[in-house]
């Protein structure tokens, strides 16, 4: 054992000695292309940087060598010194470092006697070969003309104007006759102090809330970027130092994910009961870096609390072809991971489009659930049912299909389209196609731009080229025909009409994420509008009524009509004052449901109990001042809407006023808190995306960027922002005439406002 270790330890000093050699000899080759560069026979830039010899501490033997930058102190590493100093001289990065062209007038005037022209300064001469031109001020104005001009005046007396100053090495001189000016000057006078650095509290308070910054941008902001000179040059200037990617992606990253998790955690703890909401479970087409096409769904699952927060959980990478047990699988794993054996704490689940046949297999077998399926996707669904069934719609699509394809790819037709597309509107742009005529998002994009193109669309029909297409093409013809129809545009209208109907009502209960007691007004509200869309356009209401009602009981659940009954949010002040459930409100089979489901939700020895304490709710209600409490509204100061003041209310009517109502007290309070949407937050998924197109291989990445993810969705979901990082951008350059708005939503996040505010 004693000689295997002798012999380690010969052979690391041997290696060692082969290092020290190896530095030493590069360390004095730089030095030898040094001393030759600043007698001008080598590179401009070794008169900044200089060669450094590092030893090792334990052993004293040299073991690297590094180049210094003279102006800054900063060091480099010395494989590549012409790469050094592009990046760190050329590029601004050194702080002191000025590579600008000043203007020859600083250098002139050289005062030169007039009876010795051999005096003249050696910036003076020219070649003589070389074509020049003179630009005297009468000729030039105020400086228009050449860049630099010689002055007119040399001492006391009158000379004529230099010509332009034309140095061996072009253009390209002026910035090294710029450095070699700051030289002299660096000479002349001594360094400025510099301004008072900042403390080591203050650069690590700065760095942590740069590194916040960049875990919740979420891909947003790449951590490559934290390399970009400029950025570099930044930090420089404020005083803090260089911050690199592997300081944000290690350590500091598990420390961020852990802080985060426990605080999670503890929120979860502190609640009695939970929901678990899951979207995500819908596939889109990817190609990967090697061309080969792969279905990838990424699922979100997040944790709704009573008290109005959300807290993220995990995301998960899903293929295509996994089955409805897979998700159910993954939904209960996700519920034991939370609270253990104790499930009864989940009230329930709502989750976004996939086969509802796991959710209503986890519902069947603990009876205290509840599973619901996201009214977001519910409406969404409804536009693809009109897309597909409704006769209008096919033909109105089928239609501007038509007519995008002729004005975009028929040249004639074309040019003569942006040619009054300038006229009308300042602009032009072609038509949106969609791939197919039920991809919904193009298809309703397609309408929009046709209907805001009707003017110039109408003046291309007098054009001659368009005569001279239809002359030849009868589908020109039928373009044609069809744009002078007023039953066209009527129809495109009302297609149109009746998606941004639903379309806007979806984005409104993504936005607003209402509870599932107001699922039953939400689809009566849509009921109206419809019944409206019908009457203003003169259509039939059956068909499209037929439609409704089939997606309603394909989203319905007896939950809705229960909650709607429970919260005090809706009770209806009768004629003797009283504010009693909305039982009137409902359908005879919706009444059974409400019995049906407290039944299910309590134990079987409290149900006849439950069924008790309902018809003393349904006959008595609630004292008049707390239902006019819960019910109190305040305008919203941003969106000009009604708001109820404090949501939470009814929730706490039931847990500290309601108390006589045991039973039915325990089923009110886990139900009438349920989220009816499952949309969570957005982010850049782009990185997350690159990262499980390469498998297994990249299982290290996958960690780290799973472990970026919650901490960027525990901090949206604090904030309780739910946009993405696109919308606010589209949005700021929507407003960009605002300057008021634009620098609000440029300093939004509050980590950038307190990192901005530690630099002041």
């Known amino acids: 054992m004693a000689a295997t270790n002798a012999g380690t330890s010969v052979e690391s000093a041997s290696a060692d000695e082969a290092a020290a050699k190896t530095a030493q000899k590069r360390y004095e080759g730089l030095l030898m292309v ?9 590179a401009w830039y070794w008169t900044h940087l200089e060669p450094l010899l590092v030893h090792n501490t334990e052993t004293g033997l040299p073991k690297a060598v590094k180049l210094r930058c003279s102006l800054c102190d900063a060091a480099f590493s010395a494989s590549n010194p012409s790469r050094t100093a592009s990046e760190h001289l050329k590029r601004g990065t050194c702080p002191n470092f000025n590579s600008a062209a000043k203007p020859i007038s600083s250098i002139f005037p050289v005062v030169v006697p007039s009876s010795s022209p051999s005096s003249a300064s050696p910036f003076s001469v020219q070649h003589n070969h070389r074509k020049r031109t003179t ?5 030039s104005g105020s400086g228009s003309g050449s860049l630099y001009h010689a002055p007119s005046r040399f001492g006391s007396g009158l000379v004529p104007q230099q010509p332009h ?13 710029a450095m070699l000016e700051d030289s ?3 000479l002349k006078s001594p360094k400025t102090s510099p301004g008072p650095a900042l403390s080591k509290a203050q650069i690590d308070s700065a760095i942590e809330f740069l590194s916040d910054w960049v875990y919740e941008s979420c891909g947003s902001v790449s951590f490559a970027s934290l390399e970009h000179p400029k950025f570099r040059a930044f930090l420089s200037q404020v005083g803090l130092p ?7 992606t290690g350590a500091r990253l598990e420390a961020r994910f852990e802080e985060a998790k426990v605080e999670s955690e503890a929120r979860i703890r502190d609640a009695m009961f939970f929901q678990i909401a899951s979207d995500g479970w819908k596939w889109n087409e990817n190609v990967n870096e090697n061309g080969k096409s792969y279905d990838s769904g990424l699922v979100n699952l997040s944790v709704n609390l009573p008290n109005g927060t959300s807290l993220y959980r995990r995301a998960l990478f899903v293929t295509a072809s996994a089955p409805s047990k897979y998700a159910e699988e993954v939904l209960w794993e996700t519920i034991t991971g939370i609270c253990g054996n104790l499930v009864q704490q989940c009230a329930g689940i709502v989750a976004d489009r996939f086969k509802a046949k796991a959710l209503k297999n986890l519902e069947n077998q603990n009876h205290w659930m509840v599973n619901l399926t996201c009214q977001y996707q519910g409406f969404n669904s409804l536009v693809k049912d009109f897309a597909k069934e409704l006769p209008l719609f096919r033909a109105v699509v089928h239609n501007c299909l038509k007519l995008a394809n002729l004005f975009n790819y028929t040249s004639q037709v074309r040019n003569s389209f942006h040619k009054y597309q300038l006229q009308e509107y300042g602009h032009t742009w072609l038509l949106r196609v969609p791939l197919h005529e039920f991809e919904l998002g193009p298809v309703y994009a397609m309408m929009e731009d046709t209907l805001s193109s009707v003017r110039a669309l109408q003046l291309v029909l007098l054009d001659e080229p368009f005569k001279m297409v239809a002359i030849e093409d009868q589908g020109a013809r039928e373009v044609g025909d069809m744009i002078r129809d007023v039953g066209f545009w009527k129809d495109l209208e009302a297609v149109h009409g009746l998606v941004k109907l639903v379309k806007d009502m979806a984005q409104e209960i993504e936005a607003e994420r209402p509870l599932v007691g107001q699922c039953l007004p939400l689809w009566d509200d849509l009921r109206a509008k419809v019944k409206d869309w019908c009457s203003k356009f003169h259509i039939a209401e059956g068909v499209v009524e037929k439609l409704v009602e089939r997606r309603f009981k394909k989203n319905y659940h007896p939950a809705w009509a229960a909650a709607y009954i429970l ?3 809706y009770l209806v002040r009768d004629t003797s004052g009283k504010y009693l459930p909305p039982f009137k409100y409902l359908t005879p089979e919706q009444e059974k449901d409400v019995d049906k489901l407290i039944t299910r939700l309590v134990a079987r020895d409290e149900a006849h109990i439950a069924l008790m304490e309902l018809m003393k709710w349904r006959t008595e209600g609630l004292d008049p001042v707390y239902a006019q409490a819960v019910q109190m509204k305040e305008r919203d100061p941003v969106t000009g809407k009604m708001r109820i003041v404090n949501p939470q209310s009814s929730r706490l009517v039931w847990e500290t006023y309601l108390t006589e109502f045991k039973s039915l007290g325990k089923v009110a309070v886990r139900l009438i808190f349920l989220h009816a949407t ?6 850049n998924w782009s990185l997350w995306r690159w990262v ?18 919650f901490i960027a969705a525990h901090s949206k979901l604090e904030r309780r922002d739910f946009s993405s990082d696109q919308e606010k951008d589209a949005e700021l350059f929507t407003l960009a005439n605002e300057s008021s708005k634009v620098s609000t939503a440029f300093v939004k996040s509050g980590k950038v406002l307190r990192f901005q505010a530690l630099l002041h």
Do not use: Y
Request: glycine share 10%.
């Open 184 to 186: 002299v000057k660096k």
């Open 242 to 248: 260089a911050v690199f990617p592997q300081e944000l």
């Open 567 to 569: 919260d005090p949010l």
């Open 692 to 709: 499980c197109a390469r498998g297994h291989h990249s299982r290290t990445a996958l960690n780290k960027v799973q472990k970026l993810i």
């Open 678 to 683: 499952s949309c969570g937050f957005k982010c």
């Open 165 to 177: 100053l034309v140095l061996s090495g072009g253009k390209e001189d002026l910035g090294a006759l």
């Open 135 to 139: 630009t005297s001020p009468s000729a």
């Open 34 to 42: 040094r001393n030759k560069a600043i007698k001008g026979k080598g």
